[in-house]
């Protein structure tokens, strides 16, 4: 079975601050290595319940942060930046089960370094009504293509609000939130020991799991500023329906997905300069 890994890194143990996963310094250098440890973790448990290829998708900041040869299983590696499919790119129709590590909470959550891609423009993200992250937001592209979601990990919030949408998803909760800046990590061992064993009973059992259900699958994205919200009216699939709020809905789950991603990085510009 193939399996298709898409890493964010804001969930993982022992990792609480933008200076630990942005950037060259030494706190991101050592950030990467815990992120690699719980990538190969996943990776470990996805071959012990059945995985026999893996392709990770490195979707954190400039998404390359893991160094190919050290990726376990010789999982194959995408990386690098203006993928058209963003945090999902690589997946289609041939995976049977879709794994998401370390993920963290949307940006209204509690949870440590909380955002919805872009933290300077998005507000909040609902999915058909329920306020959701990053997981479920990616979770669309799973859908289109039929794939099961079977696996996230990372902080609470993000555990939790990917249930919300996907409830029999196996969970493997990382650290809890003490403020958006601060959190109680499990050590990085028990962090990996939990992420290999929820791996593995998750992907051992995808061949009974139903891809994700997100019909209709509208996304409602409210977003920061009027400016924000005109100019991410320009891109297809997007309708302004308020001041600030967006409605995306394209003729099928990828396509909204799609108009999403294009939203979000138009509006980067418009973002950053207010
Ligand atoms: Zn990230």
New binding site residues.
């Given amino acids: 079975m193939k399996v298709y890994l898409s890493t964010?890194?804001?969930g993982t143990a022992g990792v609480v601050d933008w200076a630990q996963c942005v950037g060259d310094g030494p706190e991101a250098a050592a950030g990467r290595r815990l992120l690699l440890a719980e990538v190969n973790a996943a990776i470990d448990g996805a071959v012990a319940g059945g995985a026999t290829e893996i392709v990770v998708n490195d979707s954190?900041?400039a998404m390359r942060n893991l160094p190919a040869g050290e990726l376990g299983a010789h999982a194959s590696y995408i990386a690098g930046s203006h993928k058209p499919l963003y945090m999902m790119q690589g997946l289609d129709d041939s995976f049977g089960a879709c794994l998401f590590i370390s993920y963290h909470g949307s940006i209204g959550a509690p949870a440590g370094m909380s955002h919805s891609y872009n933290p300077r423009a998005v507000v909040e993200v609902r999915l058909d009504g329920t306020v959701t992250g990053e997981a479920g937001i990616n979770a669309l592209v799973a859908a289109h293509y039929g794939v099961p979601v079977v696996l996230v990990t990372g902080d609470r919030c993000a555990c939790e609000e990917t249930a919300a949408l996907i409830p029999d998803i196996h969970q493997a909760v990382v650290k809890e939130h003490v403020s958006r800046l601060a959190a109680h990590s499990l050590h990085p061992d028990r962090a990996c020991a939990l992420i290999r064993a929820q791996a593995r009973a998750a992907v051992a059992a995808a061949g009974a799991a139903s891809p994700p259900r997100l019909e209709p699958g509208v996304l409602e994205v409210f977003v920061r500023t009027t400016d924000i919200a005109e100019a991410a009216s320009w891109v297809r699939g997007v309708e302004r329906s308020g001041p600030r709020q967006l409605r995306i809905h394209g003729p099928d789950q990828l396509a909204t997905y799609r108009s999403f991603c294009a939203a979000i990085l138009l509006t980067r510009a418009v973002a950053e300069a207010v």
Avoid: A, K, P, T
Wanted: no cysteine; proline share 0%.
């Fill in positions: 964010d890194m804001e954190h900041s």
